[in-house]
């Protein structure tokens, strides 16, 4: 049964708004949080991004502080009532993007503040007065202790997407932020996984809290088709290319294990004639949202990423995502696949599995609970059907070694997002807002209008349907035998 937005008796402001966005009905996170915030109770959800958990948080915070709408001019009449933690600047903007369409039709004010942005626009902002703050937490305590923001009216926080915050560590801010609020408060924890630290951090400061999860922790979204494909390194690229023909994508995120492959992919891929583009933590701010921007205008095809740089991009409903290397920790792959069958959408996650990575498949094995059958994809000289087991030297090992030494500490080197204990006095210059943040992921008119590059080629023309060498499709659901 699927739940609609009319049966929360949601105010009417909000109900517009949803109304709006074009929502048919909730996602299951929304489903069960709505109505529990709604109460004030504390919860703690184990929800990824991608399934709608921003409008499961916020609209029912918005509608308890609806009593507190006016329309005064005074700050005073506006102070921080919700403040809303995220790790990273991408996630803070996006989330505050989404608060902003769903309280456009109340007086309820948001602002977001992250670092790698000048503090006086923010300033301003704050003084002004603001019932909702979104915020990364450094940048946070810079206005705390500015006197920029006032804590002690804060009724709601929402501490979102709680293990990359504690990945990052953002621990010890975060306990010093909680320090500023009221103890009478509501409180919300959103983790992709409820890990030992995660639950810690939840003993101590919520009170009582409602478990909600919609799916098992470390679950991934059961909309996701995943498939596993025995390919040597050397082959990895036509087994993508075959991929993309034979299922007639347009479109796809490329995940890697390292800044250096990256580049060196995107630059095989762009060689052999493929529109694609790179996007890595070795990117200036500009180079990134440029990149984005093209793969959002249909203007590239691939867009070959690390996890770091590609952490909480809401771009929706992307085709499909091939893991090109197996992520070294099992938890990116869940966040990985997220990219793909976001809110109800089918997706296809392809991962690319060479003799060498076993031990790592089966780590995402057990961290989802689930047999994974890695399958041959047969190429025409049929090199893939290699035995898993015989690693074969290759006079490159060394250099894919240095290849696979995997990209951390992009948010480090973002000064004000980063722990306070870990700064310098270094400041990053001034960076424009994300502007491709502001609209959804929409599927780009040369879908209409033309082949995707792989398609160009007679030589490689898509074949309707699925290949005869490929296992029928399966869904995720019966690959993890959902619900157990
Ligand atoms: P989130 O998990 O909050 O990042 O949401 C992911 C995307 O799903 C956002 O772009 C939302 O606009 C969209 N979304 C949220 N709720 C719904 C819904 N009930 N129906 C369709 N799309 C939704």
Redesign the pocket.
């Given at each position: 049964m699927t739940a609609s937005f009319s049966n929360l008796s949601l105010a009417e402001p909000l109900a517009r708004a949803v109304a709006e966005?074009g929502?048919?009905?909730?996602?299951p996170i929304?489903a069960q949080a709505i109505p529990v915030v709604l109460t004030g109770k504390d919860v703690m959800g184990a929800a990824q991004?991608?399934?709608?958990?921003?409008?499961a948080f916020s609209l029912p915070l918005l509608q308890r502080l609806l009593k507190h709408e006016n329309t005064s001019t005074s700050p005073a009449r506006h102070p921080v009532r919700a403040l809303v933690l995220l790790p990273t600047r991408e996630l803070a903007d996006?989330v505050a993007q989404?608060i902003k369409m769903y309280a456009k039709y109340t007086q309820m004010r948001s602002a977001v503040v992250f670092g790698g942005m000048d503090m006086k626009p923010q300033t301003l902002e704050l003084k002004r007065g603001v019932e909702i703050l979104v915020a990364t937490p450094g940048r946070l305590l810079d206005h705390i202790e500015a006197k920029n923001a006032v804590l002690n009216q804060v009724e709601y926080v929402v501490l979102d997407e709680a293990d990359r915050m504690l990945d990052i560590g953002f621990l010890p801010d975060l306990q010093r932020i909680l320090s500023f609020l009221p103890k009478q408060r509501t409180t919300l924890l959103f983790s992709a996984t409820f890990s030992p630290e995660i639950k810690r951090l939840a003993g101590s400061y919520l009170q009582d809290p409602i478990t909600i999860e919609v799916a098992r922790p470390n679950e991934t979204a059961s909309t996701v088709e995943q498939r596993f494909y025995a390919a040597q390194d050397d082959d990895k690229r036509r087994v993508v290319k075959a991929v993309l023909n034979q299922r007639g994508i347009k479109q796809a995120f490329i995940f890697v294990n390292s800044k250096l492959g990256c580049a060196r992919l995107a630059r095989s891929l762009e060689r052999e004639g493929l529109k694609t583009t790179a996007l890595h933590g070795d990117k200036s701010q500009d180079e990134r949202l440029k990149a984005l921007e093209s793969f959002k205008k249909g203007e590239v095809d691939l867009l070959v990423c690390t996890d770091v740089a590609a952490r909480g991009l809401?771009i929706?409903d992307v085709p499909a995502v091939f893991n090109f290397d197996v992520p070294f920790n099992a938890e990116d792959y869940v966040h990985r696949i997220g990219r793909t069958g976001?809110?109800?959408a089918s997706g296809l996650a392809v991962t690319l599995v060479s003799p060498s990575d076993m031990r790592l498949v089966s780590d995402i094995e057990k961290l989802i609970k689930t047999k994974l059958e890695v399958e041959a994809f047969p190429l025409e000289d049929d090199r893939s059907r290699a035995n898993l087991n015989e690693g074969r030297r290759d006079v490159r090992r060394d250099e894919r070694r240095e290849d696979r030494r995997p990209e951390r500490g992009f948010e480090r080197r973002r000064e004000e997002d980063e722990p306070r204990d870990r700064r310098s006095s270094f400041r990053p210059a001034q960076v424009s807002r994300d502007p491709f943040f502001e609209k959804?992921y929409e599927a780009p008119l040369s879908e209409q209008n033309g082949p995707a590059s792989w398609e160009a080629s007679p030589k490689t023309a898509a074949r309707p349907g699925l290949s005869a060498n490929i296992k029928t499709k399966r869904k995720v659901a019966a690959l993890f035998k959902a619900g157990e």
């Open positions: 966005m929502y048919e009905s909730m996602t929304q991004t991608g399934t709608g958990k921003t409008a996006q989404q809401d929706k976001r809110a109800g959804p």
